[in-house]
């Protein structure tokens, strides 16, 4: 079955970096867009990247372009999400989301349990 | 960027009870819309997609309906695991996707 599953949360302190790794299986990670989504404790739900299936194109949300970066290592079934400079706004659970297709943005169709990110001095 | 409105923001109800929830888009998104389940502890689960396509595994007693701005997700009989927060996602032509500030289904 389809599984995602994140790794790489933890407590940092602001202006550090962490890596979020997510790691899928069930599937063909090479077929589909990617997307990273995160939800603020107690808070909705905010899209923050997306990777084409072959890396070819990225797009990101205004709060993190420029600090954030998605990649993607089809032969390590791996997405990844590279956070600098993070902030206190930026503490979240942060989802790996499939996309519907390999290209082009649409709905989530399946999703990863989130690795929790704390920013905190 | 395409505001996404939910209304109400909770709505109690008892089991068995009709739900019926809205989403209003700040501009059109034809039918490029979505409608998510939290429940507590965990990740968002998929609905309904297209506007009006339940996904897979996905009950009946669930329908999303809409075009354009205006979307509802019903659900028609409300089981005890149907308590939850629901969420709108538009998926139009413009970045950045967006969602809904999400609305609570409550046991009344």
């Known amino acids: 079955q389809v599984q995602l599953v994140e790794s790489g949360g933890g407590v940092v302190q602001p202006g550090r970096s962490l890596r979020l790794s997510c790691e899928v299986s069930?599937?063909?990670?090479?077929?589909?867009?990617m997307h990273w989504v995160r939800q603020a404790p107690g808070k909705g739900l905010e899209w923050v990247a997306v990777?084409?299936?072959?890396?070819?194109?990225?797009?990101?949300a205004d709060s993190v372009k420029g600090r954030f970066t998605i990649s993607r290592d089809n032969s390590k079934n791996t997405v990844y999400l590279e956070m600098n400079n993070l902030r206190a706004d930026d503490a979240a659970v942060y989802y790996c989301a499939r996309n519907r297709f390999g290209s082009g943005w649409y709905y989530f169709d399946y999703w990863g349990q989130g690795a929790l990110v704390t920013v905190s001095s | 960027e395409v505001v996404l409105t939910q209304s109400p923001g909770t709505l109690s109800l008892s089991p068995g009870d009709r739900a019926t929830l809205s989403c209003r888009a700040s501009?059109?998104?034809?039918?490029?819309f979505a409608w998510y389940q939290q429940k507590a502890g965990q990740a968002p689960r998929l609905l309904i997609y297209?506007?009006?396509s339940r996904a897979t595994g996905i009950p009946g007693r669930f329908s999303g309906s809409g075009s354009g701005t205006d979307f509802t997700l019903t659900i028609s009989r409300l089981e005890p695991d149907d308590f939850a927060v629901y969420y709108c996602q538009q998926y139009g032509p413009s970045l950045p996707l967006t969602f809904g500030g999400g609305t609570r289904v409550e046991i009344k």
């Open positions: 501009q059109t998104v034809g039918i490029y």
């Open positions: 069930g599937f063909t990670l090479s077929t589909y867009a």
């Open positions: 990777i084409w299936s072959d890396g070819s194109d990225r797009y990101y």
């Open positions: 297209d506007a009006s």
